[in-house]
């Protein structure tokens, strides 16, 4: 019996080494491997022509020239094998663009804001001076 639990307990070792093996040999693989910026870069220019299709030039126009210089600078660092800074920039560049986006759309909800707000005192006016009320 105790000879049955020295072998088990060995065997255990050895499975255990092996899977330790397994997973260092799997990380190395995957820390070795480049990143491929490709998506990355496909995703920044979409963000960018969004942001331009959202007018983004009119209402955040330095968050969109932050955004193409990101991207200039990503496509840059893929020229010179700079990849892990390309997937950087590439992302940065892809948020400065979502910003700027986001930037345009809240002038442009604030605008018809201040028109509504305008519309409707324009409307309280009207119906005052029909009814020749005041408040």
Same mark, same amino acid.
């Given at each position: 019996?105790? #000879?049955?639990?020295?072998?088990? #307990?060995?065997?255990?070792?050895?499975?255990?080494?092996?899977?330790?093996? $397994?997973?260092?040999?799997?990380?190395?693989?995957? %820390? #070795? !491997?480049?990143?491929?910026? %490709?998506? +990355?870069?496909?995703?920044?220019?979409? =963000?960018?022509? +969004?942001?331009?299709?959202?007018? %983004? =030039?009119?209402?955040? #126009? %330095?968050?969109?020239?932050?955004?193409?210089?990101?991207?200039? !600078?990503?496509?840059?660092?893929?020229?010179?094998?700079?990849?892990?800074?390309?997937?950087?920039?590439?992302?940065?560049?892809?948020?400065?663009?979502?910003?700027?986006?986001?930037? !345009?759309?809240?002038?442009?909800?604030?605008?018809?804001?201040?028109? $509504?707000?305008?519309?409707?005192?324009?409307?309280?006016?009207? $119906?005052?001076?029909?009814?020749?009320?005041?408040?």
């Amino acid at each position: 019996m105790n #000879s049955f639990a020295t072998r088990a #307990s060995a065997s255990r070792r050895r499975l255990r080494l092996a899977v330790a093996g $397994m997973v260092l040999c799997a990380a190395a693989a995957y %820390a #070795s !491997s480049p990143p491929n910026p %490709a998506p +990355n870069l496909q995703a920044a220019q979409l =963000a960018i022509a +969004n942001a331009e299709r959202d007018e %983004a =030039a009119t209402h955040a #126009s %330095a968050e969109l020239s932050e955004a193409r210089e990101k991207l200039s !600078s990503a496509q840059h660092a893929v020229t010179e094998k700079k990849l892990i800074v390309a997937v950087q920039l590439a992302d940065e560049a892809r948020a400065e663009a979502e910003l700027a986006a986001a930037r !345009s759309g809240a002038a442009k909800a604030e605008a018809v804001n201040q028109d $509504m707000k305008k519309s409707t005192a324009t409307l309280i006016e009207e $119906m005052q001076r029909k009814t020749g009320e005041q408040r």
